[in-house]
């Protein structure tokens, strides 16, 4: 087995452990965070009634134009700040971040940190 291929099974067997206890309520979502090489996506979810209230990316034209050609942490940073402010016209203020399995370092930290400056406690 490659090196990748473990650290993949061992990213998804933490995500198991960490979706045992990390459960988005109604008035509470969960922030969920996936990290590519190069991009992150994050998602507001509602795992009572099994839907998505919100989603963003890196890829993102408001995202990208807000950093044009910063690094991917920066980016990750924008990513942040957009959805804590769209998540601000919902209403939700309280949320339970749920960080994939990754490490909470880089480009995940920097998300979450915006989220936090943006409004949002977890």
Not at 52 to 79: H, I, M, N, P, Y
């Amino acid at each position: 087995m490659s090196h990748t291929a473990r650290r993949q099974l061992g990213r998804r067997a933490r995500h198991r452990r960490i979706r045992k206890r990390v459960i988005g309520m109604p008035d509470r979502p969960r922030v969920c965070v996936f990290r590519s090489h190069k991009h992150l996506q994050a998602q507001l979810i509602n795992d009572v009634e099994a839907k998505t209230l919100l989603g963003g990316s890196t890829l993102d034209k408001q995202v990208r134009q807000a950093v044009k050609g910063g690094s991917r942490t920066s980016l990750a940073q924008a990513l942040g700040s957009a959805l804590a402010q769209e998540a601000g016209k919902l209403g939700i203020t309280q949320v339970v971040f749920d960080r994939g399995g990754y490490v909470y370092h880089g480009r995940v930290k920097a998300f979450a940190e915006a989220l936090r400056q943006g409004g949002l406690q977890f």
